[in-house]
């Protein structure tokens, strides 16, 4: 398997990951490694020691930094490319890569394409400097366009929509290279990671209410049950009863008048939690996460982005996996995949992949729920 490669920005690099189509044997070092060179193998086996030196670890970006600045980027690219590059990246754009896509499914192993790069946004962020000098007018539309949240250390907006113009050339390339394998998307590059941590925050503890309020442990809430644990969590009023009159009818998708945990927690919006944590009687650790209404629209930019990358992908009959990332943020990633796949997943194949992380104890039941769902909705 080639991992996923540092991120340098040179250029767009190209990594692939193998998808093995036969079980391997890795015991059988003959086998495993007869496509590969003397030198192949001694070059891996040396990257990998010096990977496996913790001070060069640790300080790598500011080595490579330091370096580039100091030396030049094309003095560096001739040491870090014939060595780190090239163990772990297939290359720096389509033509490039395709040698090694097509060496690995000669040898019966498919391609999942990353793109390890970050959106070059300098020439951006000059521009963006420069308008500072443009009429006041103009500049309340650009901020308009590229709000920022109000208290997070990420770049910006317009990264983010940067970072999506990168995944529409992965699922370029794909389509061009290697038509059967996946490009991976990684949602923490189209929006503030921070708000995904607060977004999952507030599904986990809104997953813990739903079983609060299930006091007779049935794992499900008619209607009439649901009103009477509304009114010991929530303010009643006129429009908190529309709300959950609403919100019942939208989560029994099964139509058997009542709701279960699954239900409950996958269909939930930003919007959703914002509205219920308005309304909490306690402003606890639910109340707490839950986001503003600046921040559920950033929420809704990112998931924005998603449905743009996907919906390329459904026109260009590629595949698309979202990559799983810090397990604090998996509840909210889980939510806006489901979401994609509800919608893009209903014809004669998949087109939106999950990944679930295996090693963690909960994955095997949240891979059960996302397999009941979709045998429940038809996806």
Same mark, same amino acid.
């Given at each position: 398997?080639?991992?996923?490669?540092?991120?340098?920005?040179?250029?767009?690099?190209? /990594?692939?990951?193998?998808?093995?189509?036969?079980?391997?044997?890795?015991?059988?070092?003959?086998?495993?490694?007869?496509?590969?060179?003397?030198?192949?193998?001694?070059?891996?086996?040396?990257?990998?020691?010096?990977?496996?030196?913790?001070?060069?670890?640790?300080?790598?970006?500011?080595?490579?930094?330091?370096?580039?600045?100091?030396? %030049?980027?094309?003095?560096?690219?001739?040491?870090?490319?014939?060595?780190?590059?090239?163990?772990?990246?297939?290359? &720096?754009?389509?033509?490039?890569?395709?040698?090694?896509?097509?060496?690995? /499914?000669?040898?019966?192993? %498919?391609?999942?394409?990353?793109?390890?790069?970050?959106?070059?946004?300098?020439?951006?962020?000059?521009?963006?400097?420069?308008?500072?000098?443009?009429? &006041? %007018?103009?500049?309340?539309?650009?901020?308009?366009?590229?709000?920022?949240?109000?208290?997070?250390?990420?770049?910006? &907006?317009?990264?983010?929509?940067?970072?999506?113009?990168?995944?529409?050339?992965?699922?370029?390339?794909?389509?061009?290279?290697?038509?059967?394998?996946?490009?991976?998307?990684?949602?923490?590059?189209?929006?503030?990671?921070?708000?995904?941590?607060?977004?999952?925050?507030?599904?986990?503890?809104?997953?813990?209410?739903?079983?609060?309020?299930?006091?007779?442990?049935?794992?499900?809430?008619?209607?009439?049950?649901?009103?009477?644990?509304?009114?010991?969590?929530?303010?009643?009023?006129?429009?908190? =009863?529309?709300?959950?009159?609403?919100?019942?009818?939208?989560?029994?998708?099964?139509?058997?008048?009542?709701?279960?945990?699954?239900?409950?927690?996958?269909?939930? *919006?930003?919007?959703?939690?914002?509205?219920? #944590?308005?309304?909490?009687?306690?402003?606890?650790?639910?109340?707490?996460?839950?986001?503003?209404?600046?921040?559920?629209?950033?929420?809704? *930019?990112?998931?924005?982005?998603?449905?743009?990358?996907?919906?390329?992908?459904?026109?260009?009959?590629?595949?698309?996996?979202?990559?799983?990332?810090?397990?604090?943020?998996?509840? #909210?990633?889980? /939510?806006?995949?489901?979401?994609?796949?509800?919608?893009? /997943?209903?014809?004669?194949?998949?087109?939106?992949?999950?990944?679930?992380?295996?090693?963690?104890?909960?994955?095997?039941? =949240?891979?059960?729920?996302?397999?009941?769902?979709?045998?429940?909705?038809?996806?």
């Amino acid at each position: 398997m080639i991992t996923t490669a540092k991120r340098i920005r040179f250029s767009q690099l190209c /990594n692939v990951r193998s998808l093995s189509t036969r079980t391997p044997d890795f015991k059988n070092t003959e086998t495993s490694y007869s496509g590969l060179s003397t030198f192949q193998l001694a070059r891996g086996w040396c990257v990998l020691k010096i990977c496996g030196f913790n001070p060069i670890v640790k300080n790598a970006e500011f080595l490579l930094s330091t370096s580039r600045r100091v030396f %030049g980027d094309a003095f560096v690219k001739t040491f870090v490319h014939p060595t780190f590059f090239a163990h772990f990246c297939a290359g &720096e754009g389509e033509e490039s890569i395709k040698p090694t896509v097509k060496w690995l /499914n000669e040898n019966g192993v %498919g391609a999942i394409l990353d793109y390890a790069a970050e959106a070059d946004m300098e020439e951006e962020a000059a521009r963006v400097e420069e308008d500072k000098s443009i009429p &006041e %007018g103009n500049q309340a539309a650009i901020d308009k366009e590229y709000p920022s949240a109000r208290v997070y250390e990420y770049k910006d &907006e317009m990264y983010c929509d940067a970072n999506a113009e990168i995944f529409y050339s992965a699922i370029h390339a794909v389509k061009n290279v290697t038509p059967e394998g996946f490009a991976a998307i990684k949602i923490t590059a189209l929006g503030n990671p921070q708000l995904l941590e607060r977004m999952s925050s507030s599904l986990v503890e809104i997953r813990a209410l739903f079983h609060r309020m299930d006091v007779d442990g049935s794992g499900n809430l008619t209607y009439a049950e649901f009103k009477q644990s509304w009114s010991d969590f929530f303010v009643v009023d006129e429009e908190s =009863e529309m709300y959950m009159k609403d919100m019942f009818s939208k989560f029994d998708k099964s139509g058997d008048g009542t709701i279960d945990s699954i239900e409950w927690t996958t269909h939930l *919006k930003a919007s959703d939690t914002h509205f219920l #944590a308005s309304k909490c009687l306690h402003q606890g650790p639910f109340a707490q996460a839950a986001l503003d209404q600046e921040e559920v629209q950033l929420v809704n *930019k990112m998931m924005d982005r998603c449905a743009s990358i996907v919906q390329l992908a459904e026109d260009l009959d590629v595949k698309v996996m979202f990559d799983a990332e810090h397990s604090y943020f998996q509840p #909210a990633i889980h /939510n806006i995949v489901l979401d994609l796949q509800r919608e893009y /997943n209903t014809g004669s194949s998949a087109r939106v992949y999950n990944t679930f992380q295996m090693y963690l104890n909960s994955s095997e039941r =949240e891979l059960e729920r996302s397999i009941l769902l979709s045998e429940r909705e038809g996806w």
